[in-house]
């Protein structure tokens, strides 16, 4: 639609010449730098006054950002007073600080602040709050360690309070209405379930996470990999001296869960450790409604329903040390550990009807699964600070393993009208996986003149796995193999990288230019039975090579205004599980089985942003296009006697064009709400060979998270979305609605909470869409039964040194690269 893309512009241009009306003012700015007199490292988050050094009236008040700077404009002529302050650090104060707004901007440089002596305090709590949203280096940083509505759930559950992303009911995550999204935990990616994403989000628990990082647009320094980047940040416990909590939750269908986090931390090492247990059932219904447009026989519809429980019992296990081997160097040692065990009945009722929708034939099949799993990661890390200010190298080398079983039984019992024969025997499918992955990379940041720096870096990371399928009849006289199904496929992915990034600033213009090479490939071999049941071996080889350029062009403006432009190209490969030719057949009209002949699409993107913050308002805007070529998509192909296959195919193009807003709003004390729309224009080009004709839709989704606070002590939040139609080469996917609250009270002390929650109150979060081709019509809807209660109680206990100052984490540095991997 070339008139939304005009509406679209028009926008922005408004947007422009407000912004160019406001910098047109003559107004006064004050900056500035802090860092620690002793290690010359920046302090986040330090607090920034300003008084009126004659009425001593508060002018302005901010805080540092992530690289340790301030700025405060829209300043009046005068004579003020100026304090800095942060836990654990003497005050500043600077007096007789003069501003002439004729002059311009006031830098005050670089200021010190002393760690603080020693003493001998009472019992005193110091509680902070977290921004909800910042925007540091290209990405947006979500504070969601305060989600109410998602206490005693998942990390699924949590996501859906993020804007900008949507969870559905398979737990596919989508980022401004795209799927092909790297997911990551700490900045790398989890072998939990072979890397599974939904797996991966059930099996992390929500209190463990304390940010959620979003990337739309990343830039050289990550991996080129994925439509965008979700950062899942967890917890480490890094407050001095001996600290715990404990956390146990009991909900509705059977929902348990419990929690333990403990950390001891000194002058010289962070010590810390987590547990969590969860245990849980999950509900679900659905229906597949069939329409053979060009049938073959007798058979014109089939209709399918398929209730299912499935029972999940989870344990994660984490614990490391941070040891600052030196004032400037940092050695960090981890460990994880994940358990799972799932059992999942299903009932799969399938009818088959004539034009006049008379019952031709009706069979129920029984699937039932059995899956566990175990997997553990092994992490070192090391930084090193050098004495030139910001000067800095890292290294990682990361270690994972992870192995599951999914057993699966399917039992049919067929009905033909009027002719009752015999069940045919029960089928098994027994699929084993296992698979490592290793991870080496070097970065290294050099400042380059006063503001300039120069960041390079390495990796290699390198994912072994193997897949194995056994399926069986299990028939009276004991199980024969089925060896159509029956196939072994193992896979090597290497991806080997390096990066070239330099960044400047001209006064309030500041720029970003990077450049990464990348030379990837994977070489897999499938071993199958031919008709005869004699092995065969296909090799399967998937070379990747490319540079990946970025471009990242920023504008300050007055009154805390901001523009920004980027560019970036980047991949998306196609998966080990989306090239295996093995077949999935736990449904009996619709096989799944993968495409060993697709090849790697390609992403380009652009997108502006403007930003603005008001002195109870943060508004961030973003106008993005994107265009992919040798589009992956799941494709259904023509009905085979009344079964149908989906396979991945490369499709040629497709491009979203979309505005996306976020605003937070602090407009009384008793009550904040974050808000975010996003709307965007999908175009599909035709693909005539599988009967797909090129279309194109407007679609958008919003949500909103209320928070209030009328009583002391007691914190409510009230959360609500909405996902519009959209359509998807194939697909007319159908809009959803959910709501969600939750309700915290903090006993006297702070040291113990109690929370109530209710996930998707209306039970109205649902996974719906229409899918149409020349010979068949789907009309499918899934419903995970999600509405639950869930009590959630918290008991803190420890007591914070206050004499040593903790080693810098390396989450804290603003330039940390994220180690994503495919």
């Known amino acids: 639609m070339k008139l939304f893309q005009i509406k679209l512009i028009a926008i922005i241009l408004m947007l422009l010449s407000v912004t160019s009306a406001l910098y047109a003012q003559n107004i006064g700015k004050i900056t500035g730098i802090v860092k620690d007199s002793q290690t010359q490292e920046v302090i986040s988050f330090a607090t920034v006054a300003l008084t009126d050094q004659n009425t001593k009236a508060n002018v302005k008040g901010t805080q540092t950002d992530l690289n340790g700077s301030f700025v405060m404009d829209n300043l009046p002529a005068g004579t003020f007073t100026i304090r800095l302050s942060f836990v654990g650090y003497d005050p500043v104060v600077k007096e007789n600080i003069v501003l002439d707004p004729s002059a311009g901007i006031l830098n005050l440089g670089e200021i010190s602040m002393n760690a603080a002596k020693s003493k001998m305090l009472n019992e005193v709590t110091v509680s902070a709050k977290k921004a909800t949203l910042q925007n540091s280096a290209g990405k947006k ?62 099996s992390t628990p929500a209190s463990s996470i304390e940010t959620v990082e979003v990337i739309a647009n990343p830039s050289a320094k990550y991996d080129a990999e994925g439509q965008g980047i979700i950062n899942i940040v967890l917890k480490k416990n890094s407050k001095p001296g001996f600290n715990g909590s404990v956390a146990l939750a009991a909900g509705t269908r059977k929902n348990y869960n419990g929690s333990a986090n403990l950390s001891y931390q000194t002058s010289k090492a962070n010590l810390y450790g987590n547990y969590s247990l969860r245990d849980g059932n999950t509900y679900s219904n659905g229906f597949q409604y069939l329409t053979f447009l060009n049938p073959t026989d007798a058979t014109v519809f089939s209709n399918q329903l398929f209730p299912s429980t499935t029972s999940n019992k989870i344990q994660n296990l984490k614990t490391g040390i941070d040891y600052s081997l030196s004032p400037k160097s940092i050695l960090s040692v981890s460990g994880s550990l994940n358990l799972r065990n799932t059992h999942r009945d299903e009932l799969l009722d399938l009818d088959y009807l004539d034009a006049n929708r008379v019952p031709i034939q009706s069979s129920r099949q029984n699937n039932t699964t059995n899956s566990n799993g175990k997997s553990y990661e092994l992490d070192l890390d090391y930084s090193q600070h050098f004495k030139k200010p910001k000067e800095e190298l890292t290294f990682n080398f990361a270690y994972s393993h992870g192995t599951s079983r999914n057993l699966q039984v399917y039992q049919s019992h067929s009905n033909i009208i009027n002719e009752r024969g015999p069940d045919p025997d029960p089928l098994e499918s027994d699929i084993w996986n296992n698979g490592a992955n290793y991870n080496i990379q070097a970065d290294y940041i050099l400042p380059a003149g006063k503001t300039g720096q120069i960041s390079a870096g390495y990796r290699s990371q390198i994912s072994l796995g193997n897949n194995n399928q056994y399926a069986y009849n299990l028939s ?23 990066y070239l990034n330099y960044q400047n600033q001209v006064k309030n213009f500041s720029y970003e230019v990077g450049l990464r090479a990348e030379d990837t490939h994977l070489n897999a071999t499938y071993q199958g039975y031919d008709a005869n049941n004699s092995l065969y071996s296909t090799p399967i080889s998937v070379p990747s090579k490319g ?27 196609p998966t080990p599980r989306e090239l295996n030719p093995s077949t999935d057949f736990s449904d009996p009209t619709n096989y799944e089985t993968g495409n060993p002949h697709l090849i790697p699409e390609s992403i380009n993107s652009l997108e502006l942003g403007y930003n603005k913050i008001w002195q109870n308002i943060s508004f961030t805007s973003s106008l993005y296009y994107s265009r992919l070529n040798n589009v992956i998509k799941h494709i259904e192909s023509d009905p085979v006697d009344g079964l149908i296959i989906t396979t991945a195919q490369n499709l040629k193009h497709s491009t979203t064009t979309g505005l996306e807003l976020i605003g937070h709003f602090d407009l009384i004390k008793a009550w904040d709400f974050t808000a975010n729309a996003n709307i965007f224009e999908r175009k599909n080009d035709a693909a005539p060979q599988y009967g797909i004709a090129a279309n194109s839709g407007l679609s958008w989704n919003a949500n909103i998270t209320n928070n209030v606070s009328l009583v002391k002590n007691l914190s409510v939040q009230i959360r609500a979305d909405y996902r519009a139609a959209d359509i998807i080469v194939q697909d007319r996917n159908r809009p959803a609605f959910g709501l ?53 109680f918290t008991y803190r206990f420890g007591k914070s040194g206050i004499n040593s100052k903790p080693p810098k984490k390396k989450e804290d540095k603003p330039d940390k690269r994220i180690d994503d991997a495919s």
């Open 141 to 202: 940083v979500f504070a969601v360690n305060q989600s109410l509505v998602s206490q005693g759930g998942t990390a699924a559950d949590l996501l859906q309070n993020v804007p900008t992303l949507q969870i559905d009911v398979n737990g596919n995550v989508s980022l401004r209405g795209s799927t092909g999204v790297k997911v990551l935990i700490d900045g790398k990616p989890s072998l939990i379930a072979g890397g599974d994403i939904t797996q991966i989000l059930q």
């Open 476 to 498: 009276n006289t004991g199980a024969e193999p089925i060896y159509s199904f029956t196939n072994l496929f193992g896979s090597n992915q290497q991806v080997h990288a390096i």
């Open 547 to 573: 540079l990946y350029p970025s471009v990242f062009l920023t504008q300050k403006l007055q009154n805390n205004q901001q523009l920004q432009f980027s560019f970036t190209n980047r991949v998306t490969r």
């Open 740 to 792: 969600d609250a939750g309700a915290r009270y903090d006993f006297p002390g702070n040291k113990a909470s109690l929370s109530f929650n209710s996930i998707d109150i209306f039970n109205s979060r649902k996974w719906a869409f229409l899918r149409s081709s020349d010979d068949l019509l789907l009309d499918f809807e899934r419903l995970r039964i999600s509405s639950r209660g869930t009590f959630t």
